[in-house]
């Protein structure tokens, strides 16, 4: 870890640094007062590169300006957008620890415009669809990494889901085992013991197994 970066009595944007905040995030967190008058924990990297200038009355003023321009404001894709961020980057929201705070990132393309956003995403398919990580469920919000995918498929991308290169690509090994018809321990269990993929699930078993 760097050496700290002591942020008291500092100003970025429409907040004053007070003081520093124990939090269960390794990253350095700073209790700051906007000019509105609210207090914010925001994380010392936030406020060095200029992604957190306020409590967040300053976005809001912004949106209300932008909202006729890119027309999206109060659509799921907007809500999704806007909950994506708040993730990454507001220490103060639900489930921060499991993005901003492990180090999940959205790319300046996207953090800067939902117009760029959205373009690059597509609209939602349907109500029972919602923005995933894909194929690096460890990696940033940004081109090439997300999906729009169902419940269920994301079910199977997880930190923990176990993933196969075959033919070319990556995907979940419990899919591959059960597309051949091979026990998905089985199936583990070979790759794991050195097996390629493609002998481990086309090599019969010499009994049928639960898949």
Not at 57 to 85: A, F, M, Q, V
Not at 100 to 127: I, T, Y
Not at 170 to 181: D, L, N, T, W
Request: glycine share 10%.
């Amino acid at each position: 870890m760097g050496k700290l970066i002591d942020e008291t009595k500092k100003k970025y944007g429409r907040l004053r640094v007070i003081c520093r905040v124990e939090h269960a995030s390794r990253q350095a967190m700073w209790k700051c007062k906007c000019k509105c008058g609210n207090e914010v924990i925001v994380v010392g990297q936030s406020l060095r590169e200029g992604l957190t200038q306020s409590c967040g009355c300053w976005h809001k003023e912004l949106l209300g300006k932008r909202s006729t321009k890119h027309g999206g404001t109060g659509t799921p894709e907007h809500d999704i957008w806007n909950g994506i961020k708040k993730r990454c980057y507001n220490p103060n929201v639900e489930y921060y620890d499991r993005y901003g705070g492990r180090g999940v990132r959205m790319c300046k393309r996207w953090r800067e415009s939902f117009k760029n956003f959205l373009a690059d995403v597509g609209p939602r398919p349907s109500p029972k669809h919602s923005l995933d990580r894909f194929p690096d469920n460890n990696g940033d919000y940004e081109p090439g990494n997300v999906r729009w995918a169902t419940q269920s498929e994301q079910m199977l991308n997880t930190r923990r889901t176990k993933y196969v290169t075959i033919a070319g690509k990556k995907r979940p090994a419990v899919s591959v085992a059960r597309e051949h018809g091979i026990g998905y321990k089985t199936f583990r269990g070979r790759v794991d013991g050195g097996w390629s993929v493609i002998r481990a699930c086309t090599q019969p078993t010499k009994k049928k197994e639960k898949l």
